[in-house]
């Protein structure tokens, strides 16, 4: 099946989210959409990708907050598989949910196109993308084209007590493909109960709520204002009207601050009297949790799940996930351990939902690996933190070949580079100069530099900084490849 670009098709990607069930493999500025452990690829490049052969050209629209807002540019722009699609990032005033975050997507849509259609992804989902995808995405869009909301309902494969569902009703005629409708909604339903889940299995006629949506720009903001929500669709407007980079200003903020922080299913979708469900026979995961591990790897005859460099003896029903060090476990039963290069979680597999208590409990005592981990991605390439004590650092830092680090200087620190694999290329105050390995530059307080990697192979140095404050944000970008 040819991949037809929908007209007027606008995907919103919904990006704002810290992932707190998902620490440590999770932080606030490299949250759960940015793991790629799913695939090989991270999960909001999977969602980008999913949409943007079908959505107009220039009309992939990534919805953050403000904090995240570089760090997924930078992630973004690293990835091959989104070589050449054009991404427009916007950033919430603050979080107030999905109902004031999809309201503010489809006002600033109409103010690109007034015919506007909209489909809302999560960017932490796995779903299974393909031809059934596409037929599906069309099938939701001449709908919505209808005046409706329309909603994305999953098969259920399993009596699952952790999503909500939808009860499908009648099928509305005139809009099927290879099998694929839409049928009116006949009710949402909370998430069930043990038995209730598998009473909905068998009859056949819920679907699991996905989150996603497809509607026109429009039709979001007057089926909001008819639900009884018309201070989101009136504020959604009123910022929508500032210019992007206005939306994070006091003004806004203060508006969208007033705001209910309420989902978009309670403020539109369950009052509207124009909803339909595309049910989607498609495999597909909210990741909701690290049991979401257990699909990684086949379990072993005892029903574990290992993955990494993972010793056990004697364990049974357990998952264990190690990102870099050797994890061994013995005699264990029903357990979670995900080791990370510089934090560990050991808890029942019955008490994954409730990982973000320990991520409250961490933030209390403002411990730093809520915030980021050790190792990050660039469009460059990535840098590693080896060990950070009072007034210094060490990092590995790897430049991808004919790629180059922006030109900055820094206020609080100096660096000394060392080359240990390829070729160097750095720039000193207006000097450039070429270093092999074993050779050494050194970057005093304020210097403007550059570090670049004119090579065919990946340069690798070490990176010894000195300073009274070591931040990330301690840098001035005079040239950046990256527009950052």
């Given at each position: 099946?040819?991949?037809?670009?929908?007209?007027?098709?606008?995907?919103?990607?919904?990006?704002?989210?810290?992932?707190?069930?998902?620490?440590?493999?999770?932080?606030?500025?490299?949250?759960?959409?940015?793991?790629?452990?799913?695939?090989?690829?991270?999960?909001?490049?999977?969602?980008?990708?999913?949409?943007?052969?079908?959505?107009?050209?220039?009309?992939?629209?990534?919805?953050?907050?403000?904090?995240?807002?570089?760090?997924?540019?930078?992630?973004?722009?690293?990835?091959?598989?989104?070589?050449?699609?054009?991404?427009?990032?916007?950033?919430?005033?603050?979080?107030?949910?999905?109902?004031?975050?999809?309201?503010?997507?489809?006002?600033?849509?109409?103010?690109?196109?007034?015919?506007?259609?909209?489909?809302?992804?999560?960017?932490?989902?796995?779903?299974?993308?393909?031809?059934?995808?596409?037929?599906?995405?069309?099938?939701?869009?001449?709908?919505?084209?209808?005046?409706?909301?329309?909603?994305?309902?999953?098969?259920?494969t399993y009596p699952e007590t952790g999503y909500g569902y939808i009860r499908m009703g009648e099928k509305i005629p005139g809009h099927t493909d290879e099998g694929i409708a839409g049928h009116e909604v006949a009710a949402f339903v909370e998430k069930p109960d043990r038995s209730r889940a598998e009473q909905f299995l068998a009859e056949g006629s819920h679907l699991w709520n996905s989150g996603m949506l497809v509607a026109r720009a429009s039709v979001v903001l007057t089926e909001l204002e008819k639900a009884g929500a018309e201070d989101i669709a009136a504020t959604a407007r009123a910022v929508a009207a500032l210019p992007p980079s206005a939306w994070t200003g006091d003004e806004a903020r203060q508006m969208f601050s007033a705001l209910p922080a309420v989902p978009f299913d309670k403020a539109a979708l369950e009052r509207s009297h124009s909803v339909a469900v595309v049910p989607c026979d498609l495999a597909w995961s909210d990741v909701g949790s690290l049991l979401a591990l257990g699909s990684i790897a086949p379990p072993d005859e005892r029903g574990n799940v290992l993955v990494g460099d993972v010793v056990d003896?004697?364990?049974?029903?357990?998952?264990?996930?190690?990102?870099?060090?050797?994890?061994?476990?013995?005699?264990v039963a029903d357990l979670l351990v995900v080791d990370t290069t510089d934090a560990t979680l050991v808890a029942p597999k019955a008490r994954a939902q409730d990982v973000r208590l320990v991520v409250d409990a961490l933030k209390a005592r403002g411990a730093p690996e809520v915030i980021e981990s050790r190792s990050s991605v660039r469009p460059w390439g990535s840098w590693t933190l080896l060990v950070k004590g009072p007034g210094f650092q060490v990092k590995t830092i790897e430049v991808l070949p004919?790629?180059?680090?922006?030109?900055?200087?820094?206020?609080?620190?100096?660096?000394?580079?060392i080359v240990v694999e390829g070729r160097a290329l750095v720039q000193l105050d207006g000097q450039t100069t070429e270093r092999l390995p074993n050779e050494s530059t050194y970057i005093p307080i304020g210097a403007k530099h550059r570090l670049g990697n004119p090579g065919d192979t990946t340069l690798k140095i070490v990176e010894v900084a000195v300073g009274e404050y070591l931040g990330e944000d301690d840098i001035v970008r005079y040239e950046d490849d990256w527009a950052r």
């Open positions: 099946m040819s991949q037809t670009r929908i007209p007027h098709l606008h995907a919103v990607i919904l990006a704002g989210g810290s992932g707190t069930r998902f620490w440590p493999l999770s932080r606030e500025l490299s949250p759960k959409q940015f793991v790629s452990i799913f695939g090989g690829v991270s999960l909001i490049t999977q969602a980008v990708a999913r949409v943007a052969t079908l959505a107009d050209d220039g009309a992939v629209h990534v919805l953050t907050n403000e904090r995240l807002l570089d760090e997924l540019r930078g992630h973004l722009k690293a990835q091959p598989l989104l070589e050449g699609v054009d991404i427009d990032y916007l950033a919430e005033p603050v979080p107030r949910n999905t109902a004031p975050a999809i309201a503010l997507g489809a006002a600033y849509l109409l103010g690109i196109d007034p015919d506007a259609l909209m489909v809302v992804l999560p960017s932490d989902h796995l779903l299974q993308d393909g031809e059934a995808w596409e037929r599906t995405l069309r099938v939701a869009a001449a709908l919505a084209q209808e005046d409706r909301l329309v909603t994305l309902g999953l098969t259920p003896v004697d364990s049974h029903d357990s998952i264990v996930y190690s990102a870099d060090r050797l994890v061994a476990t013995l005699g004919h790629h180059r680090l922006s030109l900055q200087s820094h206020a609080h620190r100096s660096e000394h580079w």
